[in-house]
């Protein structure tokens, strides 16, 4: 099936739309699901806690989606959680480096590398923005976390980027209260949250 297929019959049937989609200047890459999808996604849920949690003797937790910034600096996610990007000097367009690399010479380059090794790779390769033909600033790291203030202040805080920050978070405690021994499952569903360099189709 195709994925212009798929996308009408899910319009139709209201498994999920666009989000705020009555607003012209809505962002893409942001979906609502409607009845069916909600419903949808409840069966996969009762079988995922029928299959796994009960049958295993897992806990389940709900954790908060803003957590602390001393989370993420023990994680390493605010040093590394960040993918190399590279902004057109002149149409502004912005271009995740290691794929636009890999998309027009075909040469894979880890996202871990320098950011020297990307811009000499542009440089060497005369790489050229695909939307305007334009030159490249030298690349940079995007960390695809969202930052939030908490409070008048603005304390400092984050939209979790997984949803496995809590599990680790909240270990101890759990393995006190509910007189845990090893190995002890622990599962959550629910949101997370990536600030994607080119929000995606679905």
């Not at 600096?73 to 271009?95: N, Q, W, Y």
Request: with cysteine; net charge neutral.
């Amino acid at each position: 099936m195709k994925y212009d297929d798929v996308m009408k019959l899910a319009l139709e049937r209201g498994f999920y739309f666009p989000s705020c989609e009555v607003y012209a200047d809505a962002q893409a890459g942001f979906w609502e699901y409607g009845p069916a999808g909600v419903s949808l996604k409840n069966k996969f849920l009762e079988l995922w806690r029928r299959e796994l949690i009960r049958r295993d003797r897992m806990i389940e937790i709900d954790g908060s989606q803003i957590m602390s910034k001393s989370v993420f600096e023990a994680s390493g996610h605010l040093a590394s959680f960040a993918d190399p990007i590279v902004r057109c000097t002149k149409c502004k367009s912005t271009h995740r480096a290691d794929k636009l690399i890999a998309e027009i010479t075909k040469t894979e380059i880890p996202e871990s590398a320098g950011l020297d090794e990307f811009d000499k790779v542009i440089t060497e390769k005369n790489i050229k923005c695909p939307k305007c033909n334009g030159d490249f600033e030298n690349a940079k790291k995007f960390n695809m976390m969202f930052q939030v203030g908490i409070g008048p202040e603005g304390e400092e805080a984050y939209l979790r980027p997984e949803t496995c920050q809590s599990i680790f978070v909240d270990f101890p405690r759990l393995f006190k209260t509910m007189r845990g021994k090893l190995p002890m499952g622990i599962a959550q569903t629910g949101k997370s949250f990536r600030n994607e360099i080119a929000p995606r189709q679905s």
